[in-house]
């Protein structure tokens, strides 16, 4: 495991994928990552690339041609090299060298950094066009934060609070067999109260917010992730049917893309929320989470 640290933060990376998998706050004693107790879910933070959510049948076409992908994409699966390390930061570099051309057509650079400023944690995502065509893609983030963070909370002690984004309509979309409706807009972004039932049919998400803050009612800890410029962002935590409860986790996950409408063609240059990037070119966005 790869680790950057300040006077604030220690975190742990791993290679494969580029993964977040603990952050310790030095002043305060506290974990916030979730353990990747694969009895609830093995993935801690991973990357989603170069798709978010999932496909139509889990295929899609371009140019006529079909390939198949399975839910969230393949970056968060691969190995990354090391681009550069210092002690309040590095970077993770791949290039799939033609590993990947049976699913997805095109030749690209993913560069991910993570940048320690105090108690935050800043990642930006470079991917750079390296194929001779336009290239289409989708890219997100699922940080996974263990709740309750005391042991003298609960999950329902729990809330998060919404920003939205300036003068943008914020919409509300619900997943059906994880396929996208879109519910309509979202005219009041109260604060959400953490239950499991909220999860009950999968994730929550929205278009058009800039920040979510989860916090507690009994202490002054918890975890602002700021997002802003992105068109989406999910909700989600493992939902258990059989009693109906919600595993102690919930992740904020800012996309640069989304799952698969219902109604969708399942062609990739006409996919909603997809991105397109030039030949030679370069797209890059950045979160921060700051650790209360």
Known sequence: MIVIENDWLKVGIESKGAEVRKVEHKKNELDYMWTGDSAYWGRVSPVL???VGRLKGDQYQIDG??????????????????????????SFVF????????????????????????????????????????????????????IPL??????????????????????????????????????????????????????????????????????????????????????WSKYNETDGTMAPFVCIEPWYGIADTHDTSGNMKDKFGVNRLEVGKTFQAEYEMKFK
């Open 150 to 235: 005391l042991e003298n909370e609960t999950i329902e002690d729990y809330r998060l609070e919404l920003t939205p984004a300036t003068n943008k309509t914020v919409l509300n979309y619900e997943l059906k067999e994880s396929l996208i409706h879109e519910k309509g807009t979202a005219n009041d972004i109260a604060p959400i109260s953490l239950t499991a039932s909220l999860f009950k049919n999968d994730a929550v998400i929205y278009s058009n917010i800039d920040s979510i803050i989860l916090s507690s009612n009994k202490s002054s800890h918890g975890v602002e992730v700021a997002f802003n410029g992105f068109p989406f962002v999910g909700i």
């Open 95 to 146: 290039e799939p060298a033609g590993r990947f051309l049976d699913v997805y057509p095109y030749e690209f650079k993913a560069t991910i950094y993570y940048i320690l400023n105090k108690d935050s944690l800043i990642v930006r995502w470079k991917i750079e066009n390296d194929s001779k065509e336009e290239m289409y893609f989708s890219i997100g983030a699922h940080p996974a934060f263990r």
């Open 49 to 51: 690339f170069p798709i």
């Open 65 to 90: 041609q079909t390939y198949e992908m399975s839910q969230h994409g393949f970056l968060r699966d691969v190995e990354f090299n090391i681009d550069d390390h210092t002690t309040e930061q590095v």
